[in-house]
T-cell receptor, first 118, second 112 residues
Framework: ETGVTQSPTHLIKTRGQQVTLRCSSQ?????VSWYQQALGQGPQFIFQ???????GRGNFPPRFSGLQFPNYSSELNVNALELDDSALYLC?????????????????FGNGTRLTVT | DQQVKQNSPSLSVQEGRISILNCDYT??????FLWYKKYPAEGPTFLIS?????DKNEDGRFTVFLNKSAKHLSLHIVPSQPGDSAVYFC???????????FGPGTRLSVLP
């Protein structure tokens, strides 16, 4: 069973630039969630994708956007990068029966992408 | 407003003894709870879960207790091992939500 993989592992960008982060979900999983983890904090929910549609969004501005592909892989795009966007970005997959989370469906995380904005 | 709180930023325990990590929540709609362990440079690893219809769930050395009236859950690790040294996060989800809300984490150090 292949786990969740994310690329790249590290990235350095300049304020105002755009970035795309990629995620391959665990085999058999149909739902992908993205989280931002700032230093010393717990992961914060950005959004979730189920069957290629956004299915829930946290308190993040529209310059954070995403995609899910037919093979359930996903991308996170961030436009107009700000210094505060520097964080660890985590992708998590899960197996859901429908648009809402299955009752006993923990998230399985990748190792994350460390984004530094200078 | 933090809906999930882990009030102990760090905890040190002797190898072989019990580690108890605590988590409090404010949203009474939360009904499914998870514990994760995170090593540096790795993503969080799922440890154990509990739903609100139970008050205890056990998996090997790990046991999670849920006190709904107090809105409190705890993770017990016994016996603690040096490899358990990591940051532990609790997370909660309500039955209508799409996301899990995470606490800020507790760093556990198990001393040989």
């Amino acid at each position: 069973e292949t786990g969740v993989t994310q690329s790249p592992t590290h990235l350095i960008k300049t304020r105002g630039q755009q970035v795309t982060l990629r995620c391959s979900s665990q085999s058999g999983h149909n739902t992908v969630s993205w989280y931002q983890q700032a230093l010393g904090q717990g992961p914060q929910f950005i959004f979730q994708y189920y069957r290629e549609e956004e299915n829930g969004r946290g308190n993040f501005p529209p310059r954070f956007s995403g995609l899910q592909f037919p093979n359930y892989s996903s991308e996170l795009n961030v436009n107009a990068l700000e210094l505060d966007d520097s964080a660890l970005y985590l992708c998590a997959s899960s197996r859901n029966r429908g648009p809402t989370l299955a009752y006993n469906s923990p998230l399985h995380f990748g190792n994350g992408t460390r984004l530094t904005v200078t | 407003d933090q809906q999930v709180k882990q009030n102990s930023p760090s905890l040190s325990v002797q190898e072989g003894r019990i580690s108890i990590l605590n988590c409090d929540y404010t949203n009474s709609m939360f009904d499914y709870f998870l514990w994760y362990k995170k090593y540096p440079a790795e993503g969080p690893t799922f440890l154990i879960s509990i739903s609100s219809i139970k008050d205890k769930n056990e998996d090997g050395r790990f046991t999670v207790f849920l006190n709904k009236s107090a809105k409190h859950l705890s993770l017990h690790i016994v016996p603690s091992q040096p490899g358990d040294s990591a940051v532990y996060f609790c997370a909660a989800r309500d039955n209508y939500g799409q996301n899990f809300v995470f606490g800020p984490g507790t760093r556990l150090s198990v001393l040989p």
